[in-house]
């Protein structure tokens, strides 16, 4: 009797130790998923909230990650049109938890089949070129929906329009952002006097106050009806040609009804790299994802940890970025070809070759030679969305019409922007890019998913920024994964960029004694765009969702 009076002693004992370590572990844990930007079932990062609240409301609907992501798209073709639309196109990393597999589907813009290289203007800065159809090339954006709806998609696909052809309707209130290109000095007269003026401004030149697409909403609702060959073999089509060719600022545009019929989107196999307990997942070309992931390659060598971000160690951990930053722009020029052989890309992304960069990373700043780099044109736009699912399905897609307002030419009866992405085959100011017919540009973005060893953690990363995606969507890896940081306090910590010409450019308000020691051992500063990167990623880790849209364009997340 005695014996058995202890055991149910010490039975109850353990059971009131494991409620406690439970209760204790549930407090502590909580916090953690609880207030702003976390989530428990699923969540949407886009670059604003309206956006990411239209994503939301599809998951919660049932619909799967790739609805969301196509619904927060459409949405931020109108809150957003200096940066992407139905003109452009895009890249999604997929990540299917069933099959515990990651697809990329690559919906990037084609050249025309009738393109005559001779007759190519030549390459002009960001801030110089203006209103032109000769960069236009064919769109790609609404057959990525399709395809990746097709293999993802769960609702149907006019119940993803709907929210956008509402909001395309009725107005919305003018954005911030948009509000600040529309005012910017030097972007303004040239956009009044483009096709895009009268969208945008009122007779006396002011923002109008209240954005509205009449025209957009109905060609989305064709789209929405009768599917994806409404816009790539039918009606639609011809009349955007049409508006093209009578735009006053046509100078030779040269696709055709048949570009579009032949358009398909590619379903890719990603990039992979090990970093630690995860695999990265990137795009392969056209994009420079091989890029991003030698960076992380080189710099995962040097074993950062949280310390290495205290003050005594900061600087240093500063300038093995940098140099790292610096050895990978002399590795770009090797991924012009948009068929690299497959020897270069095995090397781009082997342990062998980022230790041989890494052991050429000294003390010492050395001049452009070292580095192999070649100076090249800065660019700027596109935006990113990142979903997760309540059954652990992931998009990060980063969609483009590549300059602010792409081409700034709209078709005035469809209502659709068309992109420039043929301009980013210029290398630099003053030459005539080497194009064929058929070819796709080469571009930054580099939607990217890494999943730990056992499932159990994955990070959706992607971003907007031209050039700076790379730098920008690497030091938030590194911010996440080996400094420690929670993900909004990686994405808002202040970023480094190195331009191809190897000039090092620092955001507002960066630790000022670390960039005053790196212009001390003889970096070369500029002052930073005036268009920083914006990202937007979510990290989930066990069933606590944190998703972060980028405060640098007013950006918030939603979820459920």
Known sequence: MKNWRSCCCLVLLIVAVLVT???????????????????????????SVNCSEIGRNILEQGGSAVDGAIAALLCSSLINPQSMGIGGGAIFTIYSASKGRVTVINAREVIPQNLKPSSFPKCVSYLESGPSTQWIGVPG????????HKKFGKLPWKSLFEPSIQLAKSGFQLPVALKGFLLHPKLRPKIINSSLGSLFYTSAGHPHEIVQYPQLAETLRVIADQGVDAFYNGNITNILIEDVQKDKHYSGSTFTLEDFKQYKASVMEPLNI?????????????TWGAILS??????KGFNFTPKSMERRQRAQTYHRIIEALKFTNGQLSRLKDPKVHSKVM?????????????????????????????????????SHVSVIDKDGNAVSVTSSINHI????????????????QLADF??????????????????YMSPSILISQDKKSIMLVGGAGGKMIISAIAQIIMNKLWFGLSMEDAIEKRRVHVTSSNSVQFEKDFDEAVKKTLQQKGHNT??????????????????????????RKYGKSAGY
Request: glycine residues 8%; negative net charge; contains cysteine.
């Open 21 to 47: 370590v439970g209760t204790v572990l549930f407090l502590v844990w909580k916090p953690r998923c609880g207030g702003e930007n976390f989530y428990t079932h699923a969540a949407v990062a886009a670059d």
């Open 274 to 286: 090990s970093l630690g307990d995860y695999v990265m997942y990137s795009p392969p070309q056209p």
């Open 346 to 382: 095995s090397e781009l992304l082997s342990d062998q070759f980022a230790e041989l960069i890494r052991r050429q990373i000294d003390d010492q700043v050395h001049p452009p030679h070292y580095y192999n780099t070649v100076q090249e044109i800065e660019k700027y736009g596109t």
């Open 426 to 443: 210029c290398q630099s100011v003053g030459s005539r890019p080497d194009i064929k017919a058929g070819q796709q540009p080469p571009s």
């Open 294 to 299: 030698l960076i992380l390659n080189i710099l």
């Open 405 to 420: 307002f792409g081409s700034m030419i709209i078709s005035p009866r469809t209502g659709i922007i068309l992109n420039n």
């Open 141 to 148: 954006e609404l057959r990525g929906y399709w395809e990746v």
């Open 526 to 551: 500029t002052d930073p765009s005036p268009l920083p990167s914006v990202v937007q990623g979510i990290f989930k880790d066990h069933d606590c969702i944190e998703a972060v849209s980028d405060y």
